[in-house]
């Protein structure tokens, strides 16, 4: 197989493409945020990060910048895709300034605008918007983080006050790990279960004030410091508990379930189990601004590694003087392309899903139009499914490029021991990763029972394979596209080429199909087991399910880079993320390698072929690393890692050597040494 990619790919075509949709965000961005307090600063003190953290955001704030998720009539400009388009390029600059903000206009300003009425908008969004009143958003409990429909705090209201009564009833009720608690924050939204006329009517929320203007606790508030972590220095996360806090009437944030002065609980949404999901759906924003998020860091990770690899030189190659830079290496090209491609594939999947949740958003919020419960389900599914897998992406491959950059790599002046601290958290806060793949899978069953009925009404076992076909595969936006691939494959699987991209998406497909058919069937045979607990049911089955998400997951997102390939008109760089997709999808599947060969789709020949391949489109590829990071277009000043600087001047040096060899060598004149030093590309 030879090459057939161009010479050179212009990166910024390739930027063009991928800043998408709100390139303008992202384009004023790296021109505007530019300021030293929102870069992280080495050998900080806990002390030290809060404080720059916290002029960084008013800052920020000042900047005009944090209003993009707001309604117009307070200054902001209605555009959910802008806000966390907003917020994936603050992670390329400080991740504690990044969470910091998440939570102030994320969290804390989109539960009290999305959950609340326009009475409480009146009152306090301007002052959210200019950071005048930071605030929490405190739904985790010690007790409970995932499952936060048993939270344990309670809010009783009383007729004859027209007050609620909010209580922590035990430590672990208490409010954990909460944003702006520790030193900054005045009120918080705070999670409970709402009692009235003796009836508990499930989680809601309320802004309750936690400091006065002095910054003491407010009476029966106890505010605590969670003290040093792993990382996000600058993030001052505390606890909160309330010893029968007072909270009048109007604060429940009241669009979803409002309580009357003589204490009658109404709502447009009767069914408890419903409404609950309603008001947290409202909240996803948060969820794709972690999964952005994490991809900016694992973006800038790449970045610093494959420019470190393309000047750092390691042993000689035999019979020659020079030493070979290790982005020559298959090994390190192994380490570094297949993360780079999974690292563009998330991308484009993560763009599907923005526009995804600013149209679902902007048809609600905006044009008041009723929600559309399939969509939103459709929606918080992928945004459960793409954070968990941009998420482990990013741990994994952080770490990958702290490795690929050997003992430089470990200092904190190189940045990425910093991406590494700050990032390992992501995998658990809004939403542990483990329960959200659940969460894919439920949402995946839950299609099947609602058109098939229950597991013990399935019969046949052919049925279950009908109704993958007909009902489960979601689609994303280029469905017609796709189809069309599959429908071209030729012949027999074993005898197309594996560059046919059909072919790939078929395997992956296939996967997905096989997967969630034996996670059925497991659960109909237990269904049917005299004497199973419902949760045994379940729990028994636990891994197939995951296994389906995870395949599910896999598929949308190399959906989403081949829709992404198709609409790049630049022939030279649609060539360039061809072979890409390419190896995102042959490195998949070779990454899971043993299910495809115990299933039949790969015979032990074709797999052999598959690793060939594999490195095939990684001797390809080489030659356009570099450009394939610059299209991150992270302006220099962003990065703050010494190694890239240290390492650009220090191979002058080796180039001016090697020539002076060749010359010695008598392998050319002086006069030739300019044009024939090695200069690697992108320095």
């Not at 989109?110 to 929490?136: I, N, Q, W």
């Not at 052919?462 to 936006?477: I, K, N, P, Q, S």
Request: glycine share 8%; proline share 4%; with cysteine.
């Amino acid at each position: 197989m030879t090459s057939t990619l161009p010479a050179s790919v212009d990166p910024k075509v390739l930027q063009g493409t991928l800043d998408g949709r709100w390139a303008h965000v992202r384009r004023d961005a790296r021109e505007n945020l530019g300021d030293r307090d929102f870069l992280p600063v080495y050998g900080e003190s806990m002390a030290e990060a809060r404080e720059r953290v916290t002029r960084a955001a008013k800052k920020l704030a000042d900047s005009g910048r944090v209003g993009f998720g707001f309604p117009k009539e307070f200054g902001g400009e209605a555009d959910s895709g802008a806000s966390v388009t907003s917020i994936e390029m603050l992670a390329f600059a400080d991740l504690s300034l990044m969470v910091k903000a998440g939570v102030q206009w994320g969290l804390f300003g989109g539960a009290l605008e999305l959950l609340g009425t326009r009475e409480h908008h009146e009152k306090y969004l301007r002052d959210v918007m200019s950071f005048d009143l930071p605030g929490c958003f405190a739904m985790t409990e010690t007790g409970h983080g995932s499952d936060v429909q048993q939270l344990r705090t309670t809010c009783v209201y009383d007729p004859e006050t027209q007050t609620f009564d909010l209580h922590t009833p035990h430590q672990a009720a208490r409010k954990d790990y909460i944003g702006n608690a520790a030193k900054d924050g005045r009120m918080a939204v705070v999670f409970a279960q709402l009692v009235t006329r003796g009836k508990n009517h499930g989680v809601h929320a309320w802004l309750v004030p936690i400091r006065d203007e002095h910054g003491n606790p407010m009476p029966g508030v106890t505010i605590g410091d969670d003290g040093a972590k792993a990382g996000l220095l600058g993030v001052d996360n505390g606890r909160l508990s309330f010893d029968h806090v007072t909270v009048p009437r109007d604060m429940l944030l009241n669009r979803y379930g409002q309580v009357a002065e003589d204490g009658t609980y109404t709502s447009s949404i009767e069914n408890e189990t419903r409404r609950f999901f309603t008001m947290l759906g409202t909240l996803v924003r948060g969820r794709v601004s972690v999964g952005g998020s994490a991809g900016s860091a694992t973006k800038l990770a790449l970045d610093i590694a494959v420019r470190y690899g393309d000047v750092r030189r390691q042993f000689a190659a035999p019979g020659e003087d020079r030493e070979i830079v290790i982005n020559d290496y298959l090994v390190h090209q192994r380490k570094l392309l297949p993360a780079l491609a999974k690292t563009y594939a998330l991308h484009f999947a993560q763009g599907e899903l923005v526009s995804t949740m600013h149209d679902v958003q902007t048809a609600v919020h905006v044009h008041g139009q009723e929600i559309d419960e399939q969509a939103q389900r459709e929606l918080e599914s992928r945004a459960a499914g793409l954070k968990a897998a941009q998420t482990a992406h990013a741990t994994a491959t952080i770490q990958m490029c702290r490795e690929a950059c050997g003992g430089a790599g470990y200092l904190q002046e190189n940045r990425l021991p910093h991406l590494k601290a700050d990032t390992d958290v992501f995998t658990t806060f809004e939403g542990d990763n483990t329960v959200l793949l659940q969460l894919v899978a439920k949402g995946l069953l839950t299609g099947y029972r609602d058109a098939f009925g229950s597991l013990d009404g399935w019969g046949r076992v052919g049925f279950v394979a009908d109704m993958v076909r007909e009902t489960v595969l979601e689609r994303t936006a280029a469905r017609a596209l796709i189809q069309r691939l599959v429908d071209a494959v030729p012949g027999r699987d074993d005898e197309v080429p594996m560059l046919d991209r059909g072919w790939q998406l078929k395997m992956f497909e296939f996967r997905e199909k096989h997967s969630l058919e034996g996670a059925i069937r497991r659960l109909r045979k237990n269904s049917t087991t005299e004497g199973m607990a419902p949760f045994d049911m379940f729990n028994s089955v636990q891994d197939h399910v995951l296994k389906s998400a995870q395949t599910h997951i896999e598929r949308i997102v190399l959906e989403a880079f081949v829709a992404g390939v198709d609409r790049t008109d630049d022939p030279a760089a649609k060539q360039l993320l061809d072979t890409l997709c390419d190896l995102y999808a042959l490195s998949t599947i070779e990454a899971d390698k043993a299910w495809f060969l115990e299933h039949g789709q790969l015979t032990p020949a074709r797999a052999k072929t598959l690793t060939s391949t594999v490195n095939q489109l990684l001797r390809e590829l080489r030659p356009h690393l570099v450009t394939l990071v610059d299209a991150f277009a992270i302006p220099a000043d962003w990065k703050a890692a010494a190694i890239l600087e240290e390492e650009a001047g220090r191979q002058e040096a080796m180039a001016a050597r090697d020539a002076e060899l060749r010359v010695i060598n008598g392998e050319t004149t002086p006069e030739g040494t300019a044009t024939d030093v090695d200069v690697p590309p992108g320095q």
